[in-house]
């Protein structure tokens, strides 16, 4: 393969991992399982593709951490306004990460813990 159509396909990819998030309002569960798959298929074939796994897979553990804090602080209602802003931002950030992806570039989701490195 040439190094052009390797770097189309590491976008595409990229592409996928990162709007796969979103497969999960659609099937329960699976945009927490679909960008690791993606991911771990992927990355031997598509080096490139490991740092923009990692930042997937920190943004779905920092989510999940942020969504049960938003449950625990239902019980004194501020959990509601942080569960609706997570929602939000549930969609907006794997659309960034897939536009940048495809334009080549690895972007770093905000509030993001950085878990794997």
């Not at 930042?55 to 509601?80: D, E, H, K, Q, R």
Request: charged letters at 10%; glycine letters at 8%.
């Amino acid at each position: 393969m040439t190094d052009e159509g390797k770097t189309t396909q590491t976008r595409q990819w990229a592409m996928f991992l990162h709007l796969s998030l979103l497969a999960g309002f659609l099937i329960p569960l699976a945009g927490l399982v679909a960008p690791i798959i993606i991911w771990q298929l992927k990355k031997a074939e598509l080096p490139e593709i490991d740092a923009h796994g990692k930042m997937v897979a920190n943004w779905i553990i920092s989510s999940l951490i942020y969504c049960a804090a938003g449950i625990a602080l239902t019980f004194v209602l501020i959990g509601i306004p942080i569960l609706a802003i997570l929602g939000v931002i549930a969609v907006i950030f794997p659309i960034v990460g897939g536009i940048k992806a495809n334009n080549g570039e690895l972007w770093k989701y905000p509030l993001t813990i950085p878990f794997l490195k």
